[in-house]
Nanobody
Framework: VQLQASGGGLVQAGGSLRLSCAAS????????MGWFRQRPGKEREFVGRISGSSGSTNYADSMKGRFTISRDNAKNTVYLQMNSLKTEDTAVYYCAAAPPGSGSDWYRVMSTYTYWGQGTLVTVSS
């Protein structure tokens, strides 16, 4: 599976942006797709994920209510809709793909993701 993230850019605080992650491969629909981000000077962190089977979603607490992940398996694409953006959302955003896992909150762990996109930069200005 190869992943290509896009849609990053410069946006004012309070604005919205939608990121896309296009995947190659016939088994896209079976993968959990995650979004992570790396803010300047910080470690990469979990943003949210969408399962491959039921399309269920989970988010980091700071993103709940502002970010929404969706997927279109027919287009092999996953989306991250970001609303009410804050300056602290400035980061490089990465999409990643993981085979179905088990255990509590396994999808929050970066090492469970097998494939990663190259990242797309989101800059939120004040």
């Amino acid at each position: 599976v190869q992943l290509q993230a896009s849609g990053g850019g410069l946006v004012q605080a309070g604005g919205s942006l939608r990121l896309s992650c296009a995947a190659s491969g016939r088994t896209f629909s079976t993968y959990t797709m995650g979004w992570f981000r790396q803010r300047p000077g910080k470690e990469r962190e979990f943003v949210g994920r969408i399962s491959g089977s039921s399309g269920s979603t989970n988010y980091a607490d700071s993103m709940k209510g502002r970010f929404t992940i969706s997927r279109d398996n027919a287009k092999n694409t996953v989306y991250l809709q970001m609303n009410s953006l804050k300056t602290e959302d400035t980061a490089v955003y990465y999409c990643a793909a993981a085979p179905p896992g088990s255990g509590s909150d396994w999808y929050r762990v970066m090492s469970t993701y097998t494939y990663w996109g190259q990242g797309t930069l989101v800059t939120v200005s004040s």
